[in-house]
């Protein structure tokens, strides 16, 4: 496997990782936000019940006893009422032709008296959803609007909140529907992270982890094949220049040369399969001469008359960039 194959290999493993984390992200923040409205409503139902024991039993006086047990009725009560609710000198009327059997239509009604006597408090009903959220792993920034008698009431005296807020359905709570209640949670990446699915995680280390290892050590995995550094040249051929003795042979043969054009044939030996610039010719040989160019085009076809009795070996131009000499038999 070659390098071109292995970062190949380790884009898509990138991309295959993020992938699997995509999904597992949105369905971490799917479960979040039913988390967040179920919490939401568990929070309304315990912030009722305070209420109705605060009003029916801790604190009789704020309405006449008599009309208080007329209005309030435990849920699971299963009477069926008609209410006619006296208030002061007048009275309010709630129609309710077949009275009221279910659980739901009792609590709505209760929920109707408590909005006159005892209304739901943002701030508590926002310290009993922030403390559930805890319990379930869900941090960050939350708040809570009351809506009663056409107006809105925060928890934290402001309508703002972080665009990146999750708000809850608006909830109706009584049976007037003039009561409502909705909340918002600002959730941090922490709890995004929490709520990741274990196997998903495992996929996307496993992922990760394989792309990072094809990106940066591909050869500590894969027995790589270098055609110019790993492939063993057969005994008694090759190049072998000796600048000292000014010496050529190829493939054993003794090779009549130039001093120069042996210097530039032992760079580019060297530098055998990678391409040599022109550039860095000019700068080894002649770094201050105006007909540089001029000469490296003749030593090369100087060389190149060399290797022609040697068709193993040949010398490329690289267009605009420079040449470097190939050995055909290294496959």
Request: proline share 4%.
């Amino acid at each position: 496997m070659n390098k071109h194959q292995c970062l190949i290999l380790s884009i898509g493993a990138f991309i295959f990782a993020f992938c699997i984390l995509g999904m597992a992200v949105r369905g971490s923040i799917k479960r979040i936000e039913t988390d967040i409205k179920q919490t939401f409503l568990n929070a309304i139902d315990e912030h009722y019940r305070s209420r109705m024991y605060y009003l029916s039993y801790a604190r009789p006086e704020i309405l006449p006893w008599d009309i208080i047990q007329d209005m309030l009725m435990p849920v699971d009560s299963a009477r069926a009422i008609k209410y006619v609710i006296r208030k002061g000198e007048g009275k309010i009327i709630i129609n309710i032709p077949q009275g009221i059997k279910d659980l739901k239509g009792k609590r709505q009604l209760n929920e109707y008296v408590l909005s006159l006597a005892c209304p739901v408090k943002a701030v508590e009903l926002d310290s009993l959803f922030r403390l559930r959220l805890w319990h379930k792993g869900i941090t960050g920034e939350s708040g809570v609007v009351y809506y009663a008698q056409h107006k809105s009431h925060y928890s934290n005296g402001s309508s703002q909140k972080p665009s990146r807020a999750y708000s809850t359905p608006r909830y109706t709570l009584d049976i007037a529907k003039s009561v409502k209640v909705q909340a918002w949670m600002a959730y941090d990446a922490s709890t995004v992270i929490g709520y990741l699915n274990p196997v998903a995680k495992v996929f996307f280390l496993l992922s990760l982890l394989l792309a990072l290892v094809l990106a940066v050590c591909p050869i500590s995995f894969f027995k790589h094949k270098d055609k110019t550094l790993h492939t063993k040249v057969p005994p008694g051929q090759g190049i072998e220049i000796d600048l000292d003795k000014q010496s050529l042979r190829i493939d054993n043969l003794p090779c009549s040369i130039q001093k120069l054009d042996l210097a530039l044939l032992d760079i580019l030996h060297r530098n055998m399969g990678q391409c040599v610039s022109r550039e860095h010719i000019k700068q080894s040989f002649w770094p201050t001469d105006d007909n540089a160019n001029e000469k490296i085009d003749t030593h090369i076809k100087t060389i190149r008359k060399v290797l022609k009795d040697f068709p193993h070996y040949r010398l490329i131009t690289v267009r605009g960039k420079g040449y470097y000499l190939e050995n055909t038999r290294i496959q």
